[in-house]
């Protein structure tokens, strides 16, 4: 096949006894359904994981999942030590990476999290110290 596929062709003949391109490509086909099926899925899911990865992000997220219920800017201002300018930012991320719901009531501005946001930091807490 090509030198990229050398050293599964390999593993593939080791594991039984032989291996021919017909044996090749059904592994290939099999490794390449567990990828992800729709490309925007894929965006999406880097777009929610890259998002979590600031600290600034985070903590926001753990915050509003904690309050169980909507926040105003001016409560999460004074526990994220950060610029006002930082919040914003990071709150503005976070609403586009579908993380949390904005509302606005005046000139007040809530934010909560989504059950996306809650799951993935359920996942984390409940996947914390284990071992695999």
């Known amino acids: 096949m090509s030198s990229q596929t050398d050293r599964l062709e390999r593993l593939i003949t080791e594991e039984n006894g032989g291996c021919?391109?017909?044996d090749l490509e059904a592994r290939l086909d099999t490794l390449r359904s567990h990828q992800s099926a729709a490309p925007s899925d894929l965006d999406a899911d880097l777009r929610a994981l890259?998002?979590?990865g600031n600290d600034t992000r985070y903590n926001i997220v753990r915050l509003l999942t904690a309050a169980d219920g909507e926040l105003c800017v001016c409560e999460i201002n004074p526990v994220v030590d950060v610029s006002d300018s930082a919040i914003s930012h990071a709150l503005s991320d976070l609403l586009d990476a579908g993380?949390?719901?904005?509302?606005k009531d005046g000139t007040?501005?809530?934010y909560e999290t989504t059950d996306r946001a809650e799951a993935l930091l359920a996942a984390l807490d409940e996947t914390r110290g284990t071992d695999r």
């Open 108 to 110: 007040w501005r809530y």
């Open 20 to 22: 021919c391109d017909a």
């Open 50 to 52: 890259k998002t979590l």
């Open 99 to 103: 993380l949390v719901t904005r509302r």
